[in-house]
């Protein structure tokens, strides 16, 4: 849901309202979490070059009642953001947007639960953000159910929202630990014509010697055949854990709606191109600091030519969050032009206050070299470094970060970032 231009100014203020309200009424735990960014940088614009972009954002998320227990609770998040600059770099000025916000009820008798209001819905084939009611519970011991229902939020400045619909749900099947087998459904309408139908199966299995099996597939109603199959074995041998997987996509089924759907993927779809991706991810724990790491991945296009990546990875792990880690991998296809060489570096250490005035350091550094040059350059280089100190016994934390990449369609490019995040968590 978009916010109208006369009330985006006061949005954050009646958000901190709806919170507070209901977290009083509950007298139990409030988890208040903001994150205040300042960003700039220059862009050219219609009226203007090399024109100074300031935007200001604002994440504001609010957790109210029965947190660590069974109740009502009341959950909500979402962002608006000013620039400073009005310079025509945005449509408009001042935007905003509710992401989720909900009332949720949990019992423990046969995990029963009810989520009402603005929501994001992971259910199987569903990765949606939805307007409406989910509830879930189990059904004895081996069976358990979620439904839900309302408006897609996808959709809700398409052709406004009247004939909009969303529901489906899921199934599933479990002995204890050793599995669980599911079977979901979804079905959009958008202006009273199916926009996207998908029906989905996944698979948890937990096997004997220490063997774990997971994998889903979905099929599409609309186009009658299948749009994905994505499964991943875990082998651990020792301190080595192994990861092979599949999967396959096919174009037209996975990105293909139905009337009236804002597909932006529209001309994949037509394209009618499959892809099947396979490799393994191999991992090795030196020590309890060291990991050593390996990644092949073969992608076989139906109507483009084949590529392969492989890359190591080498980590260690600190204290706390510290860790410092590289990567350097090359990506081979059949064309020349798209052949190229990815390194990486990246460092995080957040036990710096005994010895500087800040608290953390974050460095990341990605360089690409290309095999055939693009526009008489033959690499690209991204950077990125930022630092901060905790206040108010670490609940408020300042980060200032700066940007700096240079590539084959941008001579150069600074961007600074100063951000602010405050927690507060009253039990």
């Known amino acids: 849901m978009r916010i109208g231009k006369p009330y985006r100014e006061c949005v954050f203020a009646l958000i901190m309202l709806l919170g507070i309200l209901p977290a009083y009424s509950l007298s139990a735990e409030v988890v208040v979490k903001s994150d205040t960014i300042f960003r700039f940088f220059e862009r050219d614009t219609a009226v203007e070059r090399d024109a100074a972009v300031l935007p200001g954002y604002e994440y504001l998320q609010i957790d109210a009642g029965q947190l660590s227990?069974?109740?009502?609770?009341?959950?909500?998040?979402?962002?608006?953001?000013a620039d400073f600059a009005d310079n025509d770099y945005y449509d408009d000025q001042t935007d905003g947007e509710l992401l989720y916000g909900y009332l949720e009820y949990r019992q423990k008798a046969n995990r029963f639960g009810a989520r009402l209001g603005r929501q994001?819905?992971?259910?199987?084939?569903?990765n949606e953000a939805i307007d409406g009611l989910r509830l879930s519970g189990d059904l004895g011991d081996y069976f358990a159910l979620s439904l839900y229902g309302g408006l897609p939020v996808g959709l809700d400045s398409t052709q406004s929202r009247s004939g909009d619909s969303i529901f489906g749900g899921r199934l599933s099947h479990r002995l204890g630990t050793h599995y669980e087998i599911g079977v979901s459904?979804?079905?959009?309408?958008?202006?009273?014509?199916?926009?996207?139908e998908m029906l989905g199966f996944d698979l948890s299995a937990f096997l004997p010697a220490d063997l774990s099996f997971f994998g889903s597939s979905a099929y599409n109603q609309e186009t009658e055949d299948w749009a994905e199959h994505s499964y991943e074995l875990r082998i651990p041998l020792g301190s080595v854990l192994l990861k092979p997987y599949y999967q396959h996509f096919s174009y037209e089924d996975y990105f293909s709606t139905g009337a009236n759907a804002v597909n932006p993927f529209r001309p994949l779809a037509q394209s009618a191109e499959e892809l099947t991706a396979y490799g393994v991810d191999a991992l090795w724990k030196l020590d309890d600091a060291w990991t050593l790491g390996g990644k092949v991945k073969l992608f076989d296009y139906d109507q483009q030519d084949k590529a392969?990546?492989?890359?190591?990875?080498?980590?260690?792990?600190?204290?706390?969050?510290t860790q410092y880690g590289g990567e350097i991998g090359h990506t081979t296809t059949g064309d020349a032009d798209?052949?190229?060489?990815?390194?990486?570096?990246?460092?995080?250490?957040?036990?710096?206050?005994?010895?500087?005035?800040?608290?953390?350091?974050?460095?990341?550094?990605?360089?690409a070299y290309y095999d055939k040059a693009i526009y008489g350059e033959d690499s690209s280089l991204f950077l990125s470094l930022g630092g901060g100190k905790r206040?108010?016994?670490?609940?408020?934390?300042?980060?200032?970060?700066?940007?700096?990449?240079?590539?084959?369609?941008?001579d150069d490019d600074l961007r600074g970032m100063l951000t602010m995040s405050y927690s507060y968590d009253k039990q």
């Open 69 to 81: 227990d069974y109740g009502l609770s009341f959950h909500l998040y979402g962002w608006g953001r």
């Open 120 to 126: 994001h819905v992971f259910e199987g084939v569903a």
């Open 185 to 196: 459904y979804k079905i959009i309408d958008n202006d009273s014509e199916t926009a996207e």
């Open 308 to 321: 392969e990546t492989y890359s190591v990875l080498l980590s260690w792990q600190g204290d706390n969050l």
């Open 338 to 367: 798209n052949d190229y060489t990815l390194v990486r570096l990246y460092g995080y250490c957040d036990a710096m206050a005994d010895r500087f005035w800040i608290d953390f350091f974050s460095a990341d550094l990605l360089m």
């Open 391 to 410: 206040f108010m016994d670490d609940a408020l934390s300042v980060k200032l970060s700066g940007d700096y990449s240079q590539d084959p369609y941008f």
